[in-house]
């Protein structure tokens, strides 16, 4: 399938019994702490690609709870091969992101990820390697937390 000019992000969430804890990803091909994160395909919608790329990266049920985030990041066209199929004046694609609710739910590693930890909220933030992931998870610890409404 054609990959689509956009990017996804889906952090993984749990509560525990008064807080709660975030998955982060090592990938496999680089020393990158990420939350799950592919593109889209074909006329996929940013949330279908979400729920896809959850269940093929961490085996995340596409029934369970996701959170649609307002952080939205940009990445330069160059750092996808596929952007050789884009429209040549698309020199960004924009990185979706969402929430989803993995409280008793086991996840799954696939091949695109050598190792996975849940972390609080503090250790998850300085353990990821994007500024955009750093970013989404900040508003999804504050919505979780009710500080936004």
């Keep these: 399938m054609p990959r689509a000019p956009f990017q ?25 702490w990420q939350g799950i994160a592919g593109g889209g395909e074909d006329n996929e919608r940013p949330i279908d690609a979400a729920k896809r790329e959850a269940s093929e990266e961490a085996g995340i049920p596409e029934t369970c709870a996701y959170i649609p985030l307002q952080s939205i990041s940009s990445i330069p066209v160059n750092n996808f091969k596929a952007s050789l199929n884009w429209d040549p004046s698309l ?14 739910v086991p996840l799954v590693l696939s091949h695109e990820h050598v190792k996975m930890e849940w972390l609080p909220y503090q250790e998850a933030s300085e353990r990821f390697t994007y ?15 009710g500080a936004i409404q």
């Design 131 to 145: 500024d955009s992931n750093r970013t989404a998870l900040w508003e999804l610890n504050q919505r979780l937390n």
């Design 8 to 32: 996804i992000l889906v952090l993984p969430y749990r509560r525990t019994d008064d807080a709660f804890e975030y998955a982060v990803f090592r990938r496999s091909d680089a020393v990158i």
């Design 91 to 104: 020199y960004v694609i924009l990185e979706h992101t969402f929430g989803v609710d993995c409280t008793g």
